[in-house]
């Protein structure tokens, strides 16, 4: 079955980075777009960047264009989100995404928490 494991989640100051991995199975990840998404406490959840299978195309929302970026390692099913100049707007819950066979799963999730 698929399986989405997000991990790398922590407290940061402002200005401070982390980096999130999510160790995908149960699919062939090579052949599937991957996405991060967030959500903060009261809002919607938010896609916060986009990869392609092959890893060759790359999409950001605005609020972390310049301060994210996604990555992936076929070899070893994983997708990444480097975070750089984190800001108190950017804490939230991430979770990965990928549509795998006309279905949308997700992680479990990992609490990003950025304060002073």
């Known amino acids: 079955q698929v399986q989405l494991v997000e991990s790398g989640g922590g407290v940061v100051q402002p200005g401070g980075s982390l980096r999130l991995s999510c160790a995908a199975s149960?699919?062939?990840?090579?052949?599937?777009?991957m996405r991060w998404y967030r959500q903060a406490p009261g809002k919607e959840r938010e896609l916060v960047a986009y990869?392609?299978?092959?890893?060759?195309?790359?999409s950001y929302a605005d609020s972390v264009k310049g301060r994210f970026t996604i990555s992936r390692d076929n070899a070893k099913n994983t997708v990444y989100l480097q975070m750089n100049s984190l800001k108190s707007e950017d804490t939230a819950v991430y979770y990965c995404n990928g549509f795998v066979r006309g279905a949308n799963y997700w992680g479990q999730g990992t609490q990003v928490t950025v304060s002073s």
């Open positions: 149960g699919f062939t990840f090579s052949a599937y777009g």
């Open positions: 990869i392609s299978s092959a890893g060759t195309g790359t």
